[in-house]
């Protein structure tokens, strides 16, 4: 498993502590069963009202998708899945941008760099629902690069840093866990992974606390990833500007932190 070195809930020295501890009790650690959640109330993954809605003069379609369309929908759209990247997007889902809070000074640079290197790519989707209830999307690089070059790369980066301050999320792992526990009941009826690859996984990430993960390198390989998380609302206060020709945006290409 590839930890997301830029976890809030995990420093340096908690994961050297807990690499001892593994080394010393793995056998007692391991079988330590998944924690059932707190709150016995239901997650919003089941009710689904599929269909779309146009975001009137912005040539965007926003997919209103359930939990399990939105896990069907990324298996379609992404080559290599493994059960990791499920639990990226799970993870994403319950937590959004918080996790890369820790490194908060380095965001400009990490966004101008992936940024700078993605590769436009007419044929990815611009918005990827992540979200059950419809507020968050990831936003795809090479897409955006494709429809709007460098030309609104600020006011994409406005987006990004506008929406981790709209997003609020609970520090309970009680929603993550619930998702984890919903995806399970669909991967019975779809098969998506063996049962011995949901077990090893999920042996994993209770042993280390349900930490944040990077991509598998096998879904980085096929599809290079490069986006980021962003909440609906903020993306429709700024839908004008993003097909605004004179956008004062338009002509900037240097990222500073806000």
Avoid at 26 to 52: D, T
Avoid at 83 to 98: I, N, S, W
Avoid at 104 to 124: G, M
Avoid at 130 to 148: C, E, H, T
Wanted: some cysteine; charged content about 30%.
């Amino acid at each position: 498993m590839h930890f997301d070195k830029r976890n809030i809930f995990f420093d340096k020295n908690l994961l050297t502590f807990i690499i001892l501890m593994n080394l010393v009790f793995a056998p007692n650690m391991r079988s330590k069963p998944l924690p059932e959640p707190k709150s016995k109330k239901s997650v919003e993954v089941k009710k689904c009202e599929s269909g779309e809605r146009a975001e009137r003069g912005s040539k965007i379609k926003l997919e209103k998708l359930c939990f399990e369309e939105i896990i069907e929908k990324q298996f379609s759209l992404h080559e290599s899945m493994q059960v990791q990247d499920v639990y990226k997007l799970l993870c994403q889902a319950e937590y959004g941008l918080t996790h890369v809070g820790a490194d908060i000074i380095y965001l400009p640079k990490y966004f101008e760099y992936e940024y700078n290197n993605a590769i436009p790519n007419e044929r990815e989707e611009l918005l990827e629902q992540i979200s059950p209830d419809g507020k968050l999307y990831r936003i795809n690089f090479g897409a955006f690069k494709a429809r709007f070059g460098d030309a609104k790369k600020e006011l994409l980066y406005k987006i990004f840093t506008e929406s981790s301050r709209e997003f609020k999320h609970s520090d309970s792992l009680d929603g993550l866990i619930e998702k984890w526990f919903e995806f399970k009941k669909i991967n019975n009826q779809k098969n998506y992974f063996t049962t011995e690859e949901i077990a090893n996984f999920e042996s994993d990430i209770v042993l280390y606390n349900f930490p944040l993960v990077h991509h598998s390198p096998e879904y980085e390989s096929k599809n290079r990833p490069a986006y980021r998380i962003a909440h609906i609302d903020i993306v429709k206060k700024y839908l004008p500007q993003l097909f605004s020709d004179n956008s004062n945006d338009a002509n900037k290409s240097d990222i500073r932190h806000p």
